[in-house]
Every structure is written in structure tokens, then in C-alpha cells.
């Protein structure tokens, strides 16, 4: 008896060292990913200083600033790591090479993301703000641990504040229950503020995901060579090439001639830039091959396309399993019970579609995310991106990764319940919340779909017929079809 003991003991302790490891592993390549990431962005010139005390400081800030998109980045990579690792499972059930993929692995990776995710939401990143503003306390002498404790004191401070602002809101919200004791803090008023911060991160997912997907047409158009409907690309070309040269000798002769004055040099020199502009990306269109032109662009088209219909299929049909079904709320389990049955009624294609799913959401919330009027500013440029921006831009990232599991089973997109405290959010046992989020969801989505299409096959029909060139007085919208008819007619002819 007591030699089962110890095996089990041993089992143990090798399947947690075993755990450690892996998970060690895959946070090291996150994190060197994310540091060639935040290098490439960094502005040199704060990290190249006489300022030795600056340099240190800056040089802190940005490994914790590494640290908090390493940890968004695992964030993103929860939902497919774990609907990945179910499949291999049911495929090789007994297999030797896949035994240290199980349950416990997963189970933990969901509780380090949780734990990192909020230690760095709420104690890394104020601290890395507040010790790259801090210049040290009055009096105090100078140096890194003078701001230091300019910094950890500022965050106390800034802790209590919070805590402050949860506990009336807890009050407000719930003036009948008295909480006073300190176990109660860690017990309910901590998972209170994780719950309004996941619902924070759920809502902008609201906003910025229909928003993205269809700024995500217009994106992947300008990286790919996009066909034009009755163009010849060869006249255009040599009338661009001709109308440059023409413009150019203008120019020119101003210049030489006494009554250049008259003209007007800065709009010709305004139409010329334009002019090559739309010569460089003639020649671009020229030099693609018939493939990229004519094949590349529709099939990318229709690839984005068809995702985002199946993201509004699956939400819809969400909605109806919401109305008969208890079980398609989300919930939280205890034990993920990987490899005894797939996620999808589809299999592993089903299973396939879901990450791709999540994965394609997570992309175009960012790109809604930088899109949107509020949050323009906080696009990184290379080379030139100082370490305000930086962290503004990883608490961003993390915030948003962070609720994408929340987000992905809200909306049904999977069927791979939350695990550890990410299913202990309060507002996700609310029917009416949940309902609500999806219609939502399903509304904008499709809303910013029609309207991105139509506008596009619209803004391609105008520049087919010509009608680009119309003056500016003339409204295209109440152009006659006929005329319309008749400019495509004669153009082909």
C-alpha cells in the first residue's frame, strides 16, 4: 500500500513538472515573439540616452510591457489550444506521443492567463506608467529606486481608489448584503472588478468586431491587386504617363517664363503628385499577373465573405438555441473532460471552422479597434512608437484578448465551455444580457456587411461607366440608368 503511494506521489509530481515545463516553454516563445514585436515599434531614441537612470527605467517598462502581450497573445491562443488538443485526442486515443495532453494541462493554462492577465491589467501596467512619469519624491536623492517608490506608492494609492469605487457600486447594487471582512475582499469584491472589467472588454468586442469586419474588405483590398470592371490598363497608363509629362513641362515653363507668378504652382504640383500616385498603382496593376488580378482579390473577397456570413449564421442560430435551450448559456466547468467527445456536430471540420472562427474575430476586432475615430491615436508607427503609446496600446490588446473566450462562447461561435474564473463572471448567468448581446452581435454585423458591399459593388459600377468623372455639383445617386446603360455601352464599343 504504501509503494501505491508513492508511484501515485511520483505520477504526480512528474505530471506537474511536466505541466511546468510546457507551459514555460510556450510563454518563452510568446514572449520572444512579442519582444521582436515591441522592438520593431520602439522608439530608439528613448532607449539610446546619456540618461543612464532613463535608459534603465525605459528598458523595465518595455519587459513589462513584453510580459502583458506575451500574456494576450497566450489569451487569444486559449480557445484554439484547447479545441486543437480535444481532436488530437479523439483521433489517437491511445497514443503514447499525446498522453501529456490532457485536462489538467488546459486547466491550468486557462488559470495562468486569468492570473496574468489581471496582475497585469491592474498592478504591471499602471506601475509601468507610473514609473516612467515618476521623477522621484521632493528631497528624496535621486535614482531608479526613488521613482520606484514614487511609482508603488501612486499605485497604492490608485488601488485604493478602485477598491473604493467597486465597493459603492457592490453597495448600490446589492445594499443588502453587508460584506466587512478582508476574506470578503478576496472572495467577492476582486472577482466583482474582474467581472466589470470582462464586461468592459466583452462591450468594445461589440463595438469594434462588426465595425472590423467590414473594414477588413477595404484592408485586405489595399494589400492585394484589385481587378477594375471594363478597364484597360494599358490606355490608362500611357493617358496617366502623358498627363504627367504635359504637367511636368508646365511646370517648367512657369518657372523660366516672367508671368509664372500667375499660375498657380502649388495646386498643379498638388494634381501632379496625385497623377503619379495613380501611375504607380497602374503599373502595379500591370505588372501583376492575370492570377493575382483576376483570381487573388475575388477568392480573397469571397473568403472574408463567407467567413462572416458563417459568423452571423452562427450567432443566429445561437439565438434560437438561447430561446429552447438552457444549455447554450455559458457557463463554466470544472473539468474540461478533453477526448471524450468533439465540440462541433461537424467533427474535427467543424472543430477546424471554429478556431479559424476565433482566430478571424480576434483580427478584426483589432483592425475595428485602430479604425475607430477614438482610437486612431493609438495606432503604433515603426521606429517612432514612445512607451506611453506602447502601453496604452498593450493594455488595449489585452483587454480585448482577454474577453475573447468570454466573447467566442457568448455568441456560440464554440461550444468549449469556460474554464477556471473565467466562468465565474456574474452577468454571464443573465438570460436577458446574454440574448440581448447576441442580437446585438447579429444586427451590426450584418448591418455593416450590407452596407460595405453595396457600397463597394456601387463605388465599382461608377468607376467602370466613368461616372468618377462627374462634377462634384452632380448627384450620381439620381444619374439616370439609362445614361448609366448607354456610358457602359459606348465604352465596350
Known amino acids: 500500500m504504501e509503494t501505491d503511494d508513492v508511484s501515485l506521489r511520483e505520477q504526480l509530481f512528474h505530471n506537474r513538472v511536466r505541466e511546468t515545463i510546457i507551459c514555460v516553454l510556450l510563454f518563452s516563445c510568446l514572449y520572444m515573439v512579442s519582444y521582436l514585436i515591441l522592438a520593431?515599434?520602439?522608439k530608439t531614441a528613448e532607449f539610446v540616452?546619456?540618461?543612464i537612470e532613463d535608459a534603465t527605467v525605459n528598458k523595465i517598462a518595455l519587459w513589462l510591457c513584453t510580459f502583458t502581450l506575451s500574456v494576450a497573445a497566450c489569451a487569444v491562443l486559449l480557445l484554439p489550444i484547447s479545441i486543437v488538443s480535444n481532436e488530437v485526442l479523439l483521433a489517437f486515443p491511445h497514443s503514447y506521443y499525446v498522453r501529456w495532453l490532457n485536462g489538467s494541462l488546459i486547466h491550468g493554462l486557462w488559470n495562468l492567463v486569468f492570473l496574468f492577465s489581471n496582475l497585469s491589467l491592474v498592478f504591471l501596467m499602471p506601475f509601468a506608467y507610473f514609473f516612467t512619469e515618476s521623477e522621484g519624491f521632493v528631497g528624496s536623492k535621486k535614482g531608479v529606486m526613488a521613482r520606484v517608490y514614487e511609482a508603488v506608492i501612486l499605485l497604492l494609492l490608485l488601488a485604493l481608489l478602485v477598491l473604493g469605487m467597486v465597493w459603492v457600486a457592490s453597495a448600490l447594487l446589492h445594499h443588502n448584503v453587508a460584506r466587512k471582512s478582508l476574506y470578503d475582499m478576496w472572495e467577492y469584491y476582486l472577482p466583482y472588478l474582474y467581472s466589470g472589467i470582462s464586461l468592459f472588454g466583452v462591450l468594445l468586442l461589440l463595438l469594434c468586431t462588426p465595425f472590423g469586419l467590414s473594414r477588413m474588405f477595404s484592408v485586405t483590398g489595399s494589400l492585394l491587386v484589385k481587378p477594375r470592371l471594363l478597364e484597360n490598363v494599358d490606355e490608362d497608363l500611357s493617358c496617366t504617363t502623358l498627363e504627367d509629362d504635359s504637367l511636368s513641362r508646365k511646370l517648367k515653363r512657369g518657372r523660366s517664363e516672367s508671368c509664372w507668378v500667375k499660375l498657380n504652382v502649388e495646386a498643379m504640383k498638388k494634381e501632379q503628385q496625385a497623377l503619379r500616385t495613380k501611375r504607380t498603382a497602374l503599373e502595379t496593376r500591370r505588372k501583376a499577373s492575370a492570377w493575382q488580378r483576376n483570381l487573388g482579390y475575388p477568392l480573397a473577397m469571397l473568403l472574408l465573405l463567407a467567413l462572416t456570413v458563417l459568423c452571423v449564421l452562427m450567432v443566429c442560430f445561437n439565438v434560437l438555441e438561447?430561446?429552447?435551450y438552457e444549455t447554450a448559456m455559458p457557463r463554466g466547468m470544472e473539468d474540461p473532460h478533453l477526448g471524450m467527445?468533439?465540440?462541433?456536430?461537424?467533427?474535427?471540420?467543424?472543430?477546424a471552422v471554429q478556431v479559424v472562427l476565433i482566430l478571424y474575430l480576434m483580427v478584426s476586432s483589432v483592425v475595428g479597434f485602430y479604425s475607430s475615430p477614438l482610437f486612431t491615436g493609438l495606432v503604433p508607427r515603426a521606429r517612432n512608437?514612445?512607451?506611453t503609446q506602447m502601453?496604452?496600446?498593450c493594455v488595449s490588446l489585452l483587454i480585448l484578448s482577454s474577453a475573447l473566450p468570454v466573447f467566442s462562447r457568448t455568441l456560440g461561435i464554440t461550444r468549449f465551455d469556460l474554464l477556471g474564473d473565467f466562468g465565474r463572471y456574474n452577468w454571464l448567468?443573465?438570460?436577458y444580457a446574454v440574448f440581448l448581446y447576441?442580437?446585438?452581435f447579429a444586427g451590426l454585423t450584418s448591418a455593416s456587411l450590407i452596407k460595405t458591399v453595396t457600397w463597394a459593388v456601387q463605388r465599382e459600377l461608377i468607376r467602370a461607366f466613368g461616372l468618377h468623372r462627374l462634377p462634384l455639383t452632380v448627384s450620381r445617386s439620381t444619374v439616370p440608368f439609362r445614361l448609366l446603360l448607354a456610358s457602359g455601352l459606348s465604352k465596350i464599343q
Open 385 to 387: 512608437t514612445n512607451l
Open 429 to 431: 448567468g443573465n438570460f
Open 49 to 51: 540616452t546619456d540618461d
Open 391 to 393: 502601453i496604452a496600446n
Open 438 to 440: 447576441n442580437m446585438l
Open 341 to 351: 467527445a468533439s465540440f462541433s456536430m461537424f467533427g474535427s471540420l467543424g472543430a
Open 322 to 324: 438561447l430561446l429552447l
Open 40 to 42: 520593431r515599434f520602439k
